[in-house]
Every structure is written in structure tokens, then in C-alpha cells.
């Protein structure tokens, strides 16, 4: 069983606070150790509610300093909103922000009361619980707040932990952004069928359905990706032909992927101060 924390306030339920709520209840988490604040629920929140019987916008009063405050608000609403939750930041819990562009000194500065802080850069997989989420902890952070926010983050999938936050703005650019690189690689393929004679709708059936079944394959083998890519391509063959366009060295793919995770990661850096 998972290490969830005795008491959670999940401050923001939108699509990746609700996505993180839905893994946590899914995954054996007492309803009745959460209490979440979102001002303008959701008709699938709403259910949430009352198919498992946890405090949605409990009163106020009744809230007290919680083990992990999870934060999943906008960015730019953090500053209206961090006076408001800043008194439940209490010494003996943790902070953990999925908040894109807040920084640790952002975040301790914003709950000073906070016994430690934990920033994640999370995906939207995570509203299918086929997420990856990249996590750094402030020298606050002790072993046992460390497995929690794992277990919190690993019921909406994969986790890893670095030490560098700096490390973070290239993680955006990869993981963070990557599903819209996936999505676009389905969307270039399907039009480039339909250039080809294709009919529109069996071409996109086939994208999407090729990029699923690939992504499947490369989860259940244990290859790399490179040693997938050779063995789908003969020498000669038309794989090797598509390949020899897309590897070129000045504009194929490596060099287009190297210059838009570059932007990404400084675009990452900017919005983080």
C-alpha cells in the first residue's frame, strides 16, 4: 500500500489536480484524509464527491495545517491565492506545487510556514494515470516527506527525483511538453498520408493508431528505442528510406527536436524568473 500522508488539502482541482485526485482515491487513499478547495467544481469533481464522500470547500474554520498541501491552482493566480493558503503550511508537513515556472524560493517564499517544499513537473498523461512526474525537494525535505510526495505522484504514473532544480526547464521541455510534440507528430504523419492519396480519416485512423500501438511496444519491451527503430527497418527497404529523411543531419529530426527543446528549456527558464 501506497505511503500516502495522514491528512491532505488539495488546493485546486482542475484537469491535473483532479487527475491527481482521482489516482489517489483509485489507489486506496482514505477519502476522509482529504479535503479539497477548488471554487468552481467540475460536474466529474462533483461526482468525485459523492461517489467517494470527501470534503469538498469544507468551511474555512474547520481547515487545519494538513501533512502535504498539494498545490494545483494556476500559476498566475498563486499570489491571490497563496495569502489565503499560506496558514496551511504548517512546520510539520510539506508543500508539494505542480505550479509550471514556480521555483522552490518562489514557493518557500509564498509558505514560509512550510516545514519543506517539493516542486513537480508533471504531464497530462497523468489524467490517464500513464503519467511521468520529475520532482525536487528543498534540504527540508526528510526521507518520510520524500515517499509520500512518491506515492501521491506515482498513482498517476511514473516518477523520478533529481537534486538539481535547474535540471527542471529541460524536463519541461521533454516531458512536460513532450505530449504535444507526440500529438504533433500524429497530426504531420496524417496529412503527409493524405498528400500521399490517402483518404483524410483512414490516414489519421493510422496515425494514431500506429503512434498508440508503438508507444504500447515501447513500454512492454525491454529494448531501447533505437534498437526498436532497427529492427523495423530493412537495409533498402522503405523504412530506411523515410529514415534517411528524417535523420539527415542539418534538418531532420534530431537537429528540429535539439532546437525546439533548446526554446522550450529557455522559455521554462524565463517563466520562472
Do not use: C
Not at 499560506?86 to 524560493?105: I, Q
Amino acid at each position: 500500500m501506497a505511503q500516502f500522508p495522514a491528512s491532505i488539502v488539495l488546493a485546486g482541482a482542475g484537469r491535473m489536480g483532479g487527475a491527481m485526485l482521482e489516482g489517489w482515491l483509485e489507489g486506496g487513499l482514505d477519502p476522509a484524509t482529504v479535503q479539497v478547495l477548488e471554487p468552481h467544481p467540475s460536474e466529474r469533481l462533483n461526482a468525485l464527491a459523492a461517489r467517494f464522500g470527501f470534503a469538498l470547500n469544507p468551511a474555512p474554520q474547520t481547515l487545519r495545517p494538513p501533512r502535504a498541501l498539494v498545490l494545483g491552482v494556476k500559476p498566475q493566480t498563486m499570489a491571490q491565492a497563496a495569502p489565503t493558503l499560506a496558514p496551511l503550511a504548517g512546520p510539520d508537513g510539506f508543500v508539494l506545487s505542480v505550479l509550471a515556472g514556480k521555483t522552490l524560493d518562489n514557493l518557500a517564499a509564498a509558505f514560509p510556514g512550510a516545514g519543506a517544499v517539493v516542486r513537480v513537473m508533471p504531464n497530462l498523461p497523468a489524467s490517464i494515470r500513464r503519467g511521468v512526474s520529475v520532482a525536487v525537494a528543498d534540504a527540508r525535505a526528510g526521507a518520510q516527506a520524500r515517499a509520500e510526495a512518491s506515492a501521491l505522484l506515482e498513482a498517476v504514473g511514473a516518477v523520478e527525483w533529481v537534486d538539481d532544480e535547474s535540471l527542471i526547464d529541460a524536463v519541461t521541455a521533454v516531458s512536460g511538453s513532450g505530449p504535444a510534440y507526440v500529438f504533433h507528430l500524429v497530426e504531420a504523419m496524417a496529412e503527409a498520408g493524405v498528400a500521399a492519396g490517402l483518404p483524410r480519416a483512414l490516414s489519421e485512423r493510422l496515425a494514431r493508431q500506429t503512434v498508440i500501438g508503438s508507444g504500447d511496444l515501447l513500454r512492454e519491451s525491454p529494448e531501447s528505442a533505437a534498437a526498436l527503430r532497427e529492427a523495423v527497418t530493412s537495409p533498402g527497404g522503405t523504412t530506411f528510406a523515410a529514415l534517411q529523411v528524417l535523420m539527415r543531419e542539418k534538418d531532420g529530426m534530431p537537429a528540429l527536436f535539439a532546437e525546439a527543446i533548446a526554446a522550450a528549456a529557455r522559455r521554462s527558464r524565463e517563466l520562472s524568473g
